[in-house]
């Protein structure tokens, strides 16, 4: 299957689970306030995928396929889930893969080993980074430079969904030598919500005005 009816695919199934857990929410006249200060329509919750097993194994199966045409068969050592969300994504993954996990804490423990690894790892280590989500970025950096401190190679982030509407995330990885891997998008998850009336159309058409001009549509309700 070529890279482009892969990636489709699987974003369109991506965003139908997505929709069907609940993990979506659509809230144009009561935003939601970034930890940034910035207001959005839209919020999703990857975390909720934890407590649907079904939805969870095939998005597992979805990153394993995406990673394999990504990534390649052969090019990973070990995967590392970022504190905390991503750890169990992590998990599923390297479960998958056949291959052995690590964590990476934010911020080293203050106690014992000091460790902000958690696990075995080489020197020269593949490591692929997995989290639920990507907003701007800025969490996938310091987990970068921390497995990268420790001896590891990191070319390559996963996530289930990535935010794709801010410009920033994909140059500031790119910047740092690394690849962002994800299955679904908003605009992905959008295009799912039409197409299932997931939510009232008028809504719908407010979280589009966000998703062409974040800065704009937050600015304008500040």
Not at 151 to 158: E, F, P, R
Request: glycine content about 6%; hydrophobic content about 45%.
């Amino acid at each position: 299957m070529p890279d482009g009816d892969l990636q489709s695919r699987a974003a369109r199934t991506t965003a139908r689970i997505l929709l069907e857990i609940a993990a979506v929410n659509f809230r144009p006249e009561d935003p939601y306030r970034h930890t940034s200060g910035k207001l959005s329509p839209s919020y999703i919750d990857c975390r909720k995928i934890i407590a649907f097993p079904r939805a969870r194994t095939r998005l597992t199966e979805l990153a394993v396929a995406l990673l394999a045409e990504r990534v390649g068969y052969e090019s990973i050592d070990a995967v590392a889930g970022g504190e905390t969300a991503g750890i169990p994504f992590a998990a599923w993954i390297a479960d998958a893969l056949a291959l052995p996990m690590l964590y990476v804490r934010k911020e080293p423990k203050g106690f014992g080993r000091m460790a902000q690894i958690e696990g075995a790892m080489t020197e020269g280590c593949r490591v692929l980074l997995v989290e639920d989500l990507a907003t701007d970025a800025g969490s996938k950096v310091r987990f970068v430079e921390a497995l990268r401190r420790a001896g590891a190679v990191v070319t390559d982030i996963y996530v289930v969904f990535h935010y794709g509407i801010f410009p920033q995330s994909t140059k500031i990885l790119a910047d740092l030598g690394v690849n962002l891997h994800a299955l679904a998008t908003w605009r992905d998850v959008l295009a799912a919500a039409r197409e299932t009336e997931a939510f009232p159309a008028d809504t719908l058409d407010q979280v589009q005005t966000y998703l062409d001009d974040p800065e704009g549509w937050s600015s304008a309700r500040i």
